[in-house]
């Protein structure tokens, strides 16, 4: 057994004991955080380039930056979807640091200062990705970046067993608990897509950009789509 199955091993163990609580996914993020010396932690669901929502976070700050990057469509997590490799900002208050300048600010104003982020994955099957969180500026140490790879590893098995039993075309039950899916965001670029006749992905940019606009949340944006308050203004001609 390599030294990463045998932290997967260990995580799967700490795990399993605490099945019986009934707080079934908290436990992966509560324990990334642990293992790794974080202040918060959050797991990203992903669909190719879409965020679909946090699957958990640890805590009112890593909820906040999870809706951060859902709301931009920009930040570590969908960096590490995207590219299938670890995002690491070990300074987001550092001079040179010009990655994701929207949710940096709003990061740091927020207390955070360092975020790492793995990708979510098993061979070519992308899930999403572990953000880490740090009240404070610096690198991983050796033995918490293996066990963040461990961690992401032990997440996407979890993830997909329990997806597995799911009737098709559904979530499973213990990956709703706990969790913030945007079901009203998704329902709103499904209108906003019919509306403006362009594709699903353009229709979640335009939420985007209005809900950044206005500065305003975009699960509130997209609930005035929904209801029928707010109607987006179609693209105009080229």
Same mark, same amino acid.
């Given at each position: 057994?390599?030294?990463?199955?045998?932290?997967?091993?260990?995580?799967?163990? @700490?795990?399993?004991? *605490?099945?019986? !609580?009934?707080?079934?996914?908290?436990?992966?993020?509560?324990?990334?955080?642990?293992?790794?010396?974080?202040?918060?932690?959050?797991?990203?669901? #992903?669909?190719?380039? %879409?965020?679909?929502?946090?699957?958990?976070?640890?805590?009112?700050?890593?909820?906040?930056?999870?809706?951060?990057? +859902?709301?931009?469509?920009?930040?570590?997590?969908? $960096?590490? *979807?995207?590219?299938?490799?670890?995002?690491?900002?070990?300074?987001?208050?550092?001079?040179?640091?010009?990655?994701?300048?929207? #949710?940096?600010?709003?990061?740091?104003?927020?207390?955070?200062? /360092?975020? +790492?982020?793995?990708?979510?994955?098993?061979?070519?099957?992308?899930?999403?990705?572990?953000?880490?969180?740090? $009240?404070?500026?610096?690198?991983?140490?050796?033995?918490?970046?293996? &066990?963040?790879?461990?961690?992401?590893?032990? /997440?996407? @098995?979890?993830?997909?067993?329990?997806?597995? $039993?799911?009737?098709?075309?559904?979530?499973?039950?213990? %990956?709703?608990?706990?969790?913030?899916? *945007? +079901?009203?965001? *998704?329902?709103?670029?499904?209108?906003?897509?019919?509306?403006?006749?362009?594709?699903?992905?353009?229709?979640?940019?335009?939420?985007?950009?209005?809900? +950044?606009?206005?500065?305003?949340?975009?699960?509130?944006?997209?609930? !005035?789509?929904?209801?029928?308050?707010? @109607?987006? &203004?179609?693209?105009?001609?080229?």
């Amino acid at each position: 057994m390599t030294a990463h199955e045998e932290r997967m091993a260990g995580i799967v163990r @700490r795990l399993a004991s *605490h099945d019986a !609580d009934g707080l079934g996914t908290l436990h992966l993020c509560e324990l990334a955080a642990e293992l790794t010396g974080s202040s918060g932690a959050s797991i990203m669901l #992903l669909s190719d380039e %879409l965020a679909r929502g946090s699957l958990c976070t640890t805590d009112g700050v890593a909820a906040y930056l999870d809706d951060l990057e +859902f709301t931009l469509g920009e930040g570590p997590a969908l $960096d590490a *979807h995207g590219g299938g490799l670890p995002v690491l900002a070990a300074d987001l208050a550092a001079p040179g640091e010009s990655r994701w300048p929207a #949710l940096v600010s709003s990061a740091v104003q927020a207390g955070v200062r /360092a975020l +790492f982020a793995f990708p979510i994955r098993i061979g070519a099957v992308r899930l999403g990705a572990l953000t880490l969180l740090r $009240d404070r500026p610096g690198p991983l140490a050796d033995l918490q970046y293996a &066990d963040a790879s461990a961690m992401a590893a032990v /997440a996407a @098995r979890t993830i997909l067993a329990l997806q597995a $039993d799911a009737p098709p075309g559904s979530v499973a039950v213990e %990956l709703e608990e706990g969790a913030n899916f *945007h +079901f009203v965001v *998704h329902q709103a670029a499904g209108m906003v897509s019919v509306q403006l006749g362009v594709g699903v992905t353009e229709a979640l940019v335009r939420l985007r950009g209005h809900a +950044f606009r206005s500065d305003r949340p975009l699960d509130d944006v997209a609930r !005035d789509v929904v209801d029928r308050r707010l @109607r987006l &203004d179609p693209p105009r001609p080229v």
